[in-house]
């Protein structure tokens, strides 16, 4: 409401009131502001480069996990389009005595999301990872048939 429709235009009334519409504007963006979850999430994909081949049957997604276990690696499919691959990279434990000069490798949480292709059979996808390379296979349907004409009887009446 505008205090100047009441006739009350003072400056003291006028000056509450841009405060007050200036602090609705503040609540209004961090409302919309991004979580700390999403910033993080967004992170750890922008961190995890990946390459995609196209096969005739499959399609193979190549991230590169230097140093990482298989038990370090989930790789999974939500709402049976997205492939997810995540996982974590832990700093190694600090040796008495020893003390890091540089830390330059990255450690943390990393994740990946793939939105599969209508073809992308969810049922069968396979991973491996050798060498530090991580390399997840998912193989394609089969290409629909095409449809046979269908014949109708004609009935005489």
Do not use: W
Request: net charge negative; hydrophobic share 35%.
């Amino acid at each position: 409401m505008d205090i100047r429709l009441l006739g009350l235009e003072s400056p003291l009334l006028s000056t509450i009131q841009h405060h007050l519409m200036d602090t609705t504007d503040e609540a209004e963006k961090s409302f919309n502001a991004p979580t700390r979850t999403y910033v993080r999430d967004a992170k750890a994909m922008a961190s995890t480069p990946a390459d995609v081949k196209e096969y005739p049957n499959s399609y193979v997604f190549i991230i590169d996990m230097p140093g990482l276990k298989s038990g370090d690696i989930k790789v999974h499919v939500e709402d049976d389009n997205i492939l997810l691959i995540s996982g974590e990279r832990k700093r190694e434990e600090e040796k008495e005595g020893a003390k890091y000069v540089r830390m330059e490798r990255r450690v943390g949480k990393f994740m990946r999301k793939f939105v599969l292709p209508e073809n992308a059979n969810a049922d069968a996808i396979s991973a491996a990872c050798q060498d530090g390379v991580l390399t997840v296979t998912v193989e394609k349907l089969p290409p629909p048939e095409p449809k046979k004409p269908k014949t109708i009887e004609v009935k005489i009446a």
